[in-house]
């Protein structure tokens, strides 16, 4: 049965200037023609800005269609009778965990929707308990929404649309804000409820691995619907996908690859399991990989940077470093407890550690946000900031000030240290830096951080456009409000913002939250870009582990305000059982390989796809026929 | 920096007042405050001292948390007494160079002093035993009558509850984007006040912007979910008198005529 019936539906989006003339109108899609089976999980995929929100704001009657119909089990949402019905049918789940929570308790949150439409007292109870239920949230029901983590607010907003007992709930980028665990609750809990409740589910989202359950995809592009089908139909179109700006599932990507090579794979592949399936088969029919196996080269990661970095020069030193959170009241915990750590100049570093580890409290006191109470900090720049120290002053007359420069390591608790001028030195980039832009145009906001470092204006100006070109933000933007930009620009522009100061360490908090997959590749290869062009050194935040696998060289993994683990990814993802003992996983291709050595076939193991095909392809070609391995020793 | 202010006060623990209808605590502390500036007896005060010392006995919240509200009028307080002391004329007590205390200053301060006192810790008794969500139920449902006079009653009292949820949101926020433009070299703390007013607009039209969309999400999100104003909404949790309630209602109504009858019996 269908539920929702879409008919050559266009939406466009008119602005007018202050005289109610209509300036431009932009067409945000264009003759839609789909519906959706009653009790189905729809995936719909595209890029930021390809219409996916406008099209979810259509389903139940947030916003009109400019032509065409769209029916909710019959009814048609043109017509002002309807709307409400509608909504009732069509819940709706937003990116934004804190901006669809409406009441200050979890259970009367919950309840706001059967409020609204006129239940019972008695029944408002019933169904308030039921969908608690349903999302497994019934222990915080008294608690406060601000108390809560990002995953289980989305968990209460899906509580919220399920009071209302819809037939179809549309998500809207539930989990583009929240970690890997939070972003794990929420998918499981919508999949219980199409499993259990037989609602259809409508999610949009950016994440490739989140749409392989769905029972259908659907690839919007600049408004219009460019691919609809299976998971399996959808993702063997690997270079198509990519035009589009997406991407696949990197098994997905990693088993496209191999079939490239010759490997005789012949479905798509969607999951490790399939992938570990489809490689023992192979190991047990004596497949053996045709053309002659020479091992390529494999890029080192040393070769990236363009400064050797060299044994035992660090560009910051930690030494038990330990901060309390709210001190002096009961609620005192550690955020940091007795940290020590390195980081090398001129590498690329991640931290890792989930929400609340004390990754945030670390890098805020590398650039001074945050004063290191007990333990103490070392930096080393190639241009130090200097010292300012003020000597005695008697009665009126202040004493005279010396400024001395220092070379080499330099302590951030040394008398006269200027927290100001470090933060030139050190860039921070937070998390959604986007949100932090305020001028005018997009080149006087960049401007504004050489300003402040006391710059002329015609040094700050060649100082932004030098960082904006860096960033590959052209200068037809210049002149624009950053308001007007898309998303990954702002993203560029902000960063740019830090590394128009001319930092020698830069520090980036999950920059890439957020992006489509095209956005977020292309921005990590201009940050290695600026580790190359530049010779900065990169301390990377972040959650993803396939990321950090694919561009870090250096891994310090956090927990609960401890550094648990330090060294090279490799070293690093080597230890299985401590990462997961912490609740944190492998890269999805480490694991695949991990699984494949435990189960006889030995071969090196690696952390990105690039490695996994240079193993298998060395693996298959070898002599493993006689019980050998090969052996990369 | 931000992040330690914690909105409204409320005590959690579970006590006669606590379990009073917010309607009923809304009204004692208007009909309180109303029997506090009727009396003018030395007497009187003394025994609504005592009342107020009964309720906060009754509402088990420690006294050095009703006292804490009392610190953020100490200032307000110690103003008022002092004008009053030396600025009213009258017999004279001492002479402190021009300044003369009196006895009728001496008098009219205290009672002010006393007055005030009593103000903040029957207040604070509202405050801390009702939940912010409640005080806006009760505030909407006893104000109901309003809506006669199309004053729109639901619509102020649904901002009132979006307000304390959004306020702590707001609060971090601010927090948020004031390091992040620190970290960009913002200096806040140093320069004339122009230069710091100025320093200013890098945090507020980030916060405005915020704040802008967050308005139009949080929109988008109640009329998802039906929201079309007070008309035709019902109550997951009604407000409902009871027994204590009513029996409250009485002692406070008996309270403001005691306090009226002691304008007509001279009392010292």
Redesign the interface.
């Known amino acids: 049965m269908e539920n929702i019936v879409v008919k050559d539906v266009s939406y466009q989006y008119t602005r007018r200037n202050e005289n109610d003339e209509v300036i431009e109108t932009l067409s945000a899609l264009s003759a839609l023609n789909f519906s959706i089976e009653a009790g189905s999980f729809v995936c719909i995929l595209g890029h930021n800005g390809s219409g996916k929100s406008t099209l979810a704001k259509l389903f139940n009657a947030l916003q009109l269609p400019t032509e065409g119909t769209i029916l909710v089990s019959g009814m048609d949402s043109r017509e002002e009778k309807n709307i409400f019905p509608i909504r009732r049918e069509v819940g709706m789940v937003f990116q934004n965990p804190d901006n669809q929570i409406i009441a200050s308790v979890v259970e009367e949150d919950v309840g706001f929707g059967p409020e609204n439409i006129g239940l019972p007292t008695d029944e408002i109870w019933q169904r308030v308990n039921n969908a608690l239920s349903a999302v497994h949230m019934e222990a915080y029901r008294l608690k406060s929404p601000n108390h809560l983590s990002g995953g289980q607010k989305q968990r209460v907003a899906i509580a919220g649309t399920l009071a209302m007992e819809p037939k179809t709930i549309v998500l809207d980028e539930p989990t583009a804000m929240l970690d890997p665990s939070g972003r794990k609750e929420v998918l499981e809990s919508v999949l219980e409820l199409k499993r259990k409740k037989g609602i259809s589910i409508i999610l949009i989202t950016h994440y490739m691995e989140e749409a392989v359950d769905a029972d259908r995809i659907l690839l919007m592009d600049s408004g219009k619907l460019v691919m609809d089908g299976s998971p399996r139909e959808v993702f063997q179109n690997v270079e198509r996908l990519k035009e589009y700006r997406m991407d696949v599932p990197l098994i997905t990507e990693l088993a496209h690859k191999l079939q490239k090579k010759g490997f005789p794979i012949e479905k798509t592949i969607l999951k490790k399991e399939e992938l570990e399936e489809e490689l023992f088969k192979l190991k047990e029919e004596g497949f053996s990989l045709q053309e002659n196996f020479t091992a390529p080269e494999l890029p080192g990661l040393s070769e990236l940077s363009s400064e050797k970095p060299e044994a035992g020069d660090y560009i910051v030193e930690v030494n038990h470093l330990s901060a309390i959170f709210q001190e002096g009241t009961a609620m005192e915990s550690f955020a940091l407890k007795d940290l020590s750590m390195k980081i090398r100049r001129g590498s690329l570093t991640a931290v890792i550690g989930h929400t609340g580890s004390g990754k945030s409290t670390l890098v805020q006191h590398l650039n001074g946000l945050i004063k290191a109470k007990s333990g103490e900090i070392f930096v080393s720049f190639r241009e130090n900031p200097p010292l300012v120290k003020s000597g005695k002053s008697f009665l009126f007359f202040k004493g005279k000030k010396t400024v001395i420069e220092k070379k080499g390591r330099l302590s951030l608790s040394e008398e006269g240290f200027d927290y100001r001028a470090l933060r030139f030195k050190v860039g921070l980039v937070f998390q959604y830096p986007e949100y932090q832009l305020f001028e005018e145009t997009v080149l006087a906001d960049v401007m504004f951080g050489p300003l402040n470092q006391g710059k002329t204006r015609e040094d700050a100006e060649a100082l932004a456009k030098d960082a904006l070109a860096s960033l590959g933000i052209g200068e037809e933007l210049y002149a624009k409000s950053p308001f007007e930009l898309s998303g990954g620009q702002k993203r560029k522009v902000a960063i740019a913002g830090v590394l128009a100061m001319g930092p020698e360490l830069l520090i980036l908090d999950e920059p890439t939250a957020g992006l489509d997959p095209a956005g977020r590749d292309e921005l990590f290869e201009e940050i290695a870009g600026l580790r190359k062009n530049y010779a900065m050194t990169i301390l990377l935040v972040s959650h993803s582990m396939d990321d950090v696998a694919r561009y870090a060289d250096e891994v310090l993994v956090l927990h609960q305000g401890e550094l648990k683990l330090e060294g090279t990814v490799e070293e690093v993802f080597s230890k299985k059982e401590e990462l997961e003992s912490m609740g944190l996983g492998l890269p999805q291709i480490r694991a695949l390989l991990f699984d494949l050595k435990k189960n006889g076939l030995d071969m090196q193991l690696g952390n990105t796809v690039s490695e996994a095909v240079h193993a298998l392809s060395a693996y298959f070609s070898g002599d493993y026929s006689e019980g050998k391995g090969v052996s990369h020793a | 920096m931000l992040r330690?202010i914690t909105l409204g006060q409320y005590y959690p623990v579970n006590s006669f007042i606590h379990r009073l209808d917010s309607r009923v605590k809304l009204a004692g502390t208007f009909l309180f405050l109303i029997a506090l500036f009727i009396v003018n007896s030395w007497t009187a005060y003394a025994v609504l001292a005592l009342v107020l010392f009964g309720f906060i006995l009754l509402s088990k919240v420690p006294f050095s948390f009703m006292v804490r509200g009392l610190k953020s009028v100490l200032f307000l307080l110690l103003l008022s007494v002092s004008f009053n002391l030396f600025l009213t004329p009258g017999e004279e007590l001492f002479r402190f160079f021009f300044l003369k205390m009196t006895k009728e200053g001496l008098q009219i301060a205290s009672m002010m002093a006393i007055r005030l006192v009593m103000l903040v810790l029957s207040s604070s008794i509202l405050t801390l035993t009702t939940?912010?969500?409640a005080l806006t139920d009760g505030m909407e449902k006893g104000l109901g009558i309003f809506k006669l006079f199309h004053f729109p009653v639901h619509e102020i009292a649904m901002m009132m509850?979006?307000a304390?949820?959004f306020i702590?949101?707001l609060v971090e926020e601010t927090d948020?984007?004031m390091?992040?433009?620190?970290?960009?070299?913002?200096?806040f703390e140093s320069g004339s006040i122009f230069d710091r007013a100025k320093a200013m607009?890098?945090i507020l039209?980030?916060l405005f912007?915020?704040a802008f969309?967050?308005a139009y999400?949080?929109a988008?999100?109640?009329?998802?979910?039906?929201?079309?104003g007070g008309e035709?909404?019902?109550?997951?949790?009604?407000l409902h008198y009871t027994k204590a309630d009513y029996l409250s209602y009485l002692v406070l109504f008996l309270i403001l005529g005691m306090a009226i009858g002691s304008r007509f019996i001279s009392l010292p």
């Open positions: 330690e939940t912010p969500n509850s979006i304390l949820r702590p949101i948020k984007i390091k992040a433009q620190m970290a960009r070299g913002a200096d607009v890098p039209v980030p912007v915020s969309r967050r999400d949080l988008m999100a109640m009329e998802a979910r039906c929201y079309q035709g909404r019902t109550k997951m949790k009604p």
